[in-house]
């Protein structure tokens, strides 16, 4: 059974077109967080919600915002995709900031 | 900021051998978390180790986490070719959230 779901597995948008992507999870977990991954590195924190608290990493991007409307959903947007943005895009939750943190399978973004 | 030192970067071994990796830093890492990657899939919690001296298995794998908290290691038994994949360590050090990671160990198994 899913625990943290990722929409779309593969997203495709051209340079500049505004592009969203989702993240659910089934565990009721408090915090939620965003990841983005380049090939051949270890993923990269962008930004993440303990509950409603947001918290941006210092160096994300302005290009990147994050919405968490209720406890089981969160959106990542990209204002206006660049070349370098295309990269992999990992959701991840725990139950606390110092707990293990779970992974949705990711979504591969394509930029043209 | 805090960093992981994760070694190998990768192996090649066969098919039935065992394999260990390990991670290294310089500062104090509360938690330590192992993590396998499969090519274009998330990250999946292998195991995770909460006190200095913790020795916690699953199946073939064991992990450690060093006594003073500044290490840990992640051993593989008799493995098999859906081993292969990439290792990360990981953890948030003292006083801070953020998880660190390990730039990965990569694995293959020669059957």
């Known amino acids: 059974d899913a625990m943290v779901i990722q929409n779309p597995r593969y997203q495709v948008t051209q340079f500049g077109k505004p592009v969203t992507l989702s993240c659910s999870q089934t565990l009721n977990h408090n915090v939620m967080y965003w990841y983005q991954q380049k090939s051949s590195q270890a993923p990269k924190l962008l930004f993440h919600y303990y509950d409603k608290d947001f918290n941006n990493e210092a160096d994300t991007p302005d290009n990147f915002q994050s919405r968490r409307p209720n406890t089981s959903f969160c959106f990542l947007d990209i204002r206006s995709p660049g070349l370098g943005d295309a990269a992999m895009y990992l959701c991840a939750t725990s139950r606390d900031p110092s707990y293990e943190q779970y992974f949705g399978p990711g979504t591969r973004l394509t930029v043209t | 900021g805090q960093q992981l030192n994760q070694s190998p970067q990768s192996m090649f071994i066969q098919e039935g051998e065992d394999v260990s990796m390990n991670c290294t830093s310089s500062?104090?890492?509360?938690?330590w978390l192992w993590y396998k990657q499969d090519p274009g899939e998330g990250p999946v919690l292998l195991i995770a180790?909460?006190?200095?001296?913790e020795l916690t298995s699953n199946g073939r794998l064991t992990a450690q986490f060093g006594i003073t908290r500044k290490d840990s290691f992640l051993n593989i038994s008799a493995s098999i070719p859906s081993d292969v994949g990439i290792y990360f360590c990981?953890?948030?050090?003292?006083?801070?959230?953020?998880?660190?990671f390990g730039k990965g160990t990569k694995l293959s198994v020669i059957p």
């Open positions: 180790l909460y006190k200095a001296g």
């Open positions: 990981a953890g948030p050090g003292a006083g801070s959230y953020q998880l660190t």
């Open positions: 500062s104090i890492f509360n938690t």
